[in-house]
Nanobody, 123 residues
Framework: QVQLVESGGGLVQAGGSLRLSCVAS????????VGWFRQAPGKEREFVAA????????YYANSVKGRFTISRVNAKNTVYLQMNSLKPEDTAVYYC????????????????WGQGTQVTVSS
């Protein structure tokens, strides 16, 4: 069992930045791939970014590539999502999730999820 808690969301103007954190407890965090997903009102949850257990590989949705950066510090059981040049269309609830196999773009392939943190970008 892994428990995940996201934080760092908030209200920001377009062009601004936020850094989300996902802190894990429970099983050995370094065993897991971590992904960030988001869900906007009335839309399905979508993949944002993922990172392998040793940070060697990172993956991004085309919509955030070049603006968002995923990173992790296993010693702190924490994964970060640095979000720069935010746009109103980035407004959503952001979730972190973990799985034991390789990175995946599919939310159904992740085993444990956090409660989410709201990000709102005003124009």
């Amino acid at each position: 069992q892994v428990q995940l808690v996201e934080s760092g969301g908030g209200l920001v103007q377009a062009g601004g930045s936020l850094r989300l954190s996902c802190v894990a407890s429970g099983r050995t965090f370094s065993d897991y791939v971590v992904g960030w997903f988001r869900q906007a009102p009335g839309k399905e949850r979508e993949f944002v970014a993922a990172i392998s257990w040793n940070s060697a590989r990172t993956y991004y949705a085309n919509s955030v590539k070049g603006r968002f950066t995923i990173s992790r510090v296993n010693a702190k059981n924490t994964v970060y999502l640095q979000m720069n040049s935010l746009k109103p269309e980035d407004t959503a609830v952001y979730y972190c999730a973990v799985r034991r196999s390789g990175p995946s773009y599919l939310d159904t392939e992740y085993d444990y999820w956090g409660q989410g943190t709201q990000v709102t970008v005003s124009s």
